[in-house]
């Protein structure tokens, strides 16, 4: 009899937490956290990553662009060929010093979208950095017409007024 009871108990508190649990998962309310995507996630790491390359910290900022790297072939996997991943695979592998594997990203990236503004930035710094400078030059008539920060950028890089910052 008292075994019967425990067990009525048990399974009472089952059913009682499990709805519990359940009305903390309705979609419209405000409690509930939404999970970021790889994609996000990657971002957010590389954002972090950014900050400690301003500070001179490339130690720390490598550990971030190391872990961004993680969720962004985890987003290519999700959703493959898309520009905007390919460009940060690119720009991340960069920042590493796996510069074949940065440029294949970026060719590909713009295998897809020829005028992506941050590939041919990207693709041009590392044409600099590498010793490339007719091919860097011809990124930048690629965003000559862009009328974007990213052109006066690889510009500057391209004359040496200015150091690649990343």
Request: aromatic share 10%; glycine share 6%.
């Amino acid at each position: 009899m008292i075994i019967k009871k425990i067990l009525i108990l048990a399974f009472s508190m089952i059913l009682i937490s499990n709805s519990v649990f359940a009305a903390g998962t309705d979609n419209n309310s405000g409690s509930k956290v939404k999970k970021l995507s790889s994609y996000d996630s990657a971002i957010k790491r590389i954002q972090k990553a950014k900050k400690y390359d301003q500070k001179g910290k490339e130690k720390k900022a490598k550990k971030y662009y190391e872990e961004a790297l993680k969720f962004l072939y985890k987003a290519n996997k999700e959703n493959p060929f898309d520009p905007d991943t390919l460009n940060y695979l690119g720009f991340a592998n960069r920042k590493v010093g796996n510069l074949k594997d940065a440029e294949i990203y970026y060719l590909m990236g713009l295998e897809i979208k020829p005028d992506h503004v941050g590939i041919n930035e990207y693709l041009g710094e590392l044409y600099v950095n590498t010793n490339r400078i007719n091919q860097a030059k011809t990124r930048l008539k690629v965003l000559e017409s862009c009328s974007c920060d990213e052109y006066q950028e690889l510009k500057d890089i391209i004359e040496g007024k200015k150091k690649s910052k990343y």
